[in-house]
């Protein structure tokens, strides 16, 4: 499975302008004549040529990344340059360079270190990555890697595009470094000449990565629609190494990951749900459920980030509504082998220190069961799918969770979904059921943490999941004895009542139910 175009950067929207840059008056620069000479040269030349000699290279890397410096300075990446988000006409970039030089010459930069880094990577000239931004006996990142630092550290004033290719160039200049990437280095020329391997410090680039996996997480943690799009192709590049896949979860980027992809398919049904893809585009879901995906691949090797995708039980109920409303093929495809893995890693490689749970497969099986994703699996079973790995997916995780369900009490699995928060009506939300197992909501602790839960979720943006809270409660207060003065006493009342004006006219019913159970001594009789 692969994720085409997302590691890539777009041309700049004022690329037209590019030729037409006229270095001696821009003084604000600082400029040597040397330095322009090289931009110059450079521009005449094939970028093979340029890059052929690594000490040429190295220089060129330096200018681009100085004009970054230098423009930023200056004020440059907040200008009229960094309002324009589309390819304009010549004319139009034309205008953009005599009000916004500064502006162009950062798109510019940019997109010649990128252009050198993708050339770089493919070994055409014999000289690598690692030999342009590493230098000294030891391999040092060059300080001058800042300079794209600062570009992201502009935060919302910033320019879109000089912060996505800024991100992105700075995340496969220190991919370079990673050992895990060593193999994937070219190791022969375009003639077939061994490229000389050089030493590459991980840990100088270790602080660099801290900050840049720490940008990626602020950027999911805040951003909303297309802005996140701005850290998107970073983090997939980030994912291809195993020590940056642990960074980030090591940041909390999981989290923040399942929230965004929640964001584009929580609560969506029918009409709602197109709207809910809309703003989240069905590429964008597809490219942050990939990222997630290759984050399954760490399940065996870390209980740390066994514990980060069970927390919360955010990454799988993420995970089944994208299942359930099945934007594009492509989306359920990598999410359902997300959930696979997820179904099937083990813990005996990392196991948890003494008294902590194993969280295996069989837990993030009940965690699926618990947010309806039998029902959603039993619907793609009656669907005709071209691609077989998604019917191979299917059919696995089927088998996996009738197994585990056949192994679950009903209280087991009513307890597991309201723990999940993703209440869905079935035969754990009847009168029949609260009968039989109103007791067992006290809890091991008798402190009604499943009733506490039921309280909390009344406040649920999703109205069925209110609903549903409010039809449990009411049963609770029904079925257990003096549950109407526990109920009054955990603040079911107060959240209840606003609820009886609810637009929703379904919820606005059980809320009365709700509230007439909670009041009313002999409920039965009056309903």
């Avoid at 009229?80 to 030089?101: G, N, R």
């Avoid at 990577?121 to 060059?142: E, I, M, P, Q, R």
């Avoid at 197992?437 to 943006?461: P, Y």
Wanted: proline residues 4%; charged residues 20%.
């Amino acid at each position: 499975m692969a994720s085409k175009g997302t590691t890539a950067l777009a041309p700049s929207p004022v690329a037209h302008a590019f030729p037409h840059i006229q270095w001696d008056p821009l003084g604000s620069l600082r400029l040597t004549a040397q330095e322009t000479a090289l931009l110059r040269m450079a521009e005449t030349n094939p970028i093979e040529y340029t890059l052929a000699d690594s000490r040429d290279a190295s220089m060129y890397a330096r200018v681009l990344l100085k004009l970054l410096a230098e423009a930023a300075g200056a004020g440059a990446a907040t200008g009229e340059v960094s309002k324009i988000t589309e390819a304009v006409s010549d004319d139009f970039a034309m205008k953009a360079l005599d009000e916004d030089p500064l502006g162009v010459v950062t798109h510019y930069a940019l997109t010649k270190l990128y252009e050198i880094i993708s050339t770089l990577s493919t070994g055409v000239s014999g000289v690598t990555v690692g030999a342009v931004f590493y230098v000294g006996k030891d391999g040092v990142l060059v300080d001058q890697w800042k300079a794209l630092l600062r570009i992201l550290n502009k935060g919302g004033k910033g320019d879109p595009y000089t912060q996505k290719g800024a991100a992105l160039c700075l995340a496969h200049i220190l991919l370079t470094s990673c050992p895990s990437q060593r193999f994937s280095a070219p190791t022969m020329d375009k003639d077939g000449q061994p490229i000389k391997a050089r030493p590459i410090s991980y840990a100088s680039a270790v602080e660099p990565l801290e900050a840049l996996t720490a940008w990626i997480v602020s950027q999911l943690k805040n951003a909303t629609g297309t802005h996140v799009g701005l850290c998107i192709p970073a983090l997939s590049a980030l994912m291809t190494a195993s020590e940056t896949r642990s960074l980030f979860c090591s940041s909390g980027g999981v989290k923040y990951l399942a929230r965004q992809l929640r964001i584009g398919s929580k609560g969506s049904k029918g009409v709602d749900a197109k709207k809910k893809i809309g703003q989240t585009s069905v590429q964008q879901l597809y490219e942050l459920t990939f990222c997630l995906w290759t984050l399954t691949y760490e399940l065996n090797t870390s209980y740390t980030i066994r514990s980060d995708f069970a927390r919360d039980g955010l990454t799988i109920a993420s995970l089944v509504d994208l299942v359930s409303i099945a934007p594009r093929e492509k989306v359920v495809r990598v999410a359902l082998s997300s959930l696979r893995n997820m179904a099937t890693c083990e813990a005996h490689e990392s196991p948890p220190a003494a008294g902590l749970p194993a969280l295996d497969g069989a837990h993030f099986l009940s965690e699926m069961i618990a947010c309806g994703l039998m029902k959603a699996i039993d619907h793609l079973k009656d669907r005709q799918f071209t691609d077989p790995d998604i019917i191979d997916d299917v059919n696995v995780i089927h088998k996996l969770l009738v197994n585990n369900y056949k192994e679950m009490t009903r209280w087991e699995v009513y307890k597991n979904e309201v723990e999940s928060g993703h209440l869905q009506w079935g035969s754990t939300h009847t009168e029949a059921f609260f009968k039989e197992n109103a007791n067992m909501m006290e809890g091991r602790d008798g402190d009604f943490r499943l009733v506490r839960v039921l309280i909390a979720l009344l406040s649920s943006k999703d109205e069925d999941v209110a609903a549903i809270a409010c039809y449990d409660i009411g049963e609770f207060v029904r079925h257990y004895p003096n549950g109407r003065a526990i109920a009054k006493r955990l603040g079911a009342k107060e959240l209840v009542m606003p609820l009886i004006e609810h637009e929703n006219v379904e919820l606005q019913r059980h809320a009365l139910q709700c509230v007439s159970k909670i009041m009313v001594q002999n409920w039965e009789h009056v309903k």
